[in-house]
């Protein structure tokens, strides 16, 4: 750390480091320090995030009603019909529950939303209270199973057993007990499953046209969009789509495992990542299809046609503008730092909540000298490292927006709240689109920070 550098606690100092000052090393992938406020949510946040665009089913939180605060209305996954994901459900444990048990109350639950709401299956979860009174959940979902003639799948979610992490790996264990429950007959060998996409925006539509135009067949979307009976059948498509590999490769590994289907790593944001990623699928299927990476090249060369010269114009204003990234996956980062050097801009801090040592080493491989590259940040320093690189916009999620808006800093939310499409070529142009309208807003002339900042000519 450099002289200048904001007073960090002394047990997060092997999370940040800085490209090009020694030999780049990251400690990564640890429980979140106590008492240092963590971006990060916990295990039964991590479960909920994955599943919970699964439009048909019943999300049903076992544990106090503040667990259940995270609901569609924080992330509005879309779905194209049911929109059963949209409720939050919760069994409201109290202390008589927490001394005597929630089991039967989680029954009676179970009881009472099944005959109404007649969903495809419903997934419940364990919060860190029923964790700690030893509720046995699995029993309880096989009875109701039983019962209602649905699967009744326990998310074991506990959320003081790990970190967001482990709560990718419940929720990927959760899905993993459907696939291969549905007949797969006339799914064609040209299919994939969408994985790690969660439609916030109408993403996965997106995504879905470019292999619709393709003759791509998509038989899940894991889970953007997600339906029950898609997941039960999504073990017949040729090839597994992993986008923000932290939240959904474990149930890729356990497909390839199970049933051999193959998987690639992709990213729909950005430019290059997302030619590439089709380029890669077209690729995998060339042997069934020789056409196919002709075509796809056609289909990116028409979507570049209308996307550069638009790009090209709000790059004008954008050049030599800082940017900072706080996201939960890594994936995202990598994707945002090429898609901001396409603005002109340089990505001066870049951060995520769940990394792997290998995502970090990437990431400063591409980042420039001096960036601060960050693991499971939190408030304070996140606000120290803003005002130091003094960047023009801050790209994060809900929980980023404040400390980006208390300190004067253009905010775009890239996960939570975000009404508008960022993946695709077209989602290029919407982000170049909010990044410029954010930046560029006459209203970061007045705030303290910047009225003691020499205006730019
Ligand atoms: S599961 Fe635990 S850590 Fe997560 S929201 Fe509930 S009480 Fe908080």
Redesign the pocket.
Known sequence: MSESAPAIFEERKDQIARVGEGSFALACNRDSLAGAVSQR?????GSRVVLYPIADALHL?H??I??A??TWDIRGALSSGPELHRLSFSTDLQELDVIFGGEKKLAASLDELIPVHRPKAAFV?????VGLIGDDLAAVCKAASERHGIPVIPVQ????KGNKREGYLAACKAMATLVGTGGIVGIPKISVNILGDFNLAGETWIIKDYFERLGIAVVAGVTGDGRVDDLRRAHGAGLNLVQCSGATMDLAKIMQEKYGTPFLKVSWIGIEDVAESLYAVAGHFKDLDPTLPARTAELVREELAALMPRLKELRRDLEGRKAAVYVGGAFKAFSLIKAFRHLGMQVAIVGSQTGTEEDYRELAAICDPGTIVVDDANPLELSAFLKEKDVDVFVGGVKERPIAHKLGVGFCDHNHERKIALEGFVGMLNFAREIHASVMSPVWRFVPRREKREERP
């Open positions: 949510a916990c295990v039964f946040c939180v544990g106090p503040g667990c605060a995270y979860y364990s919060t860190c209270i979610s506990e959320g003081f």
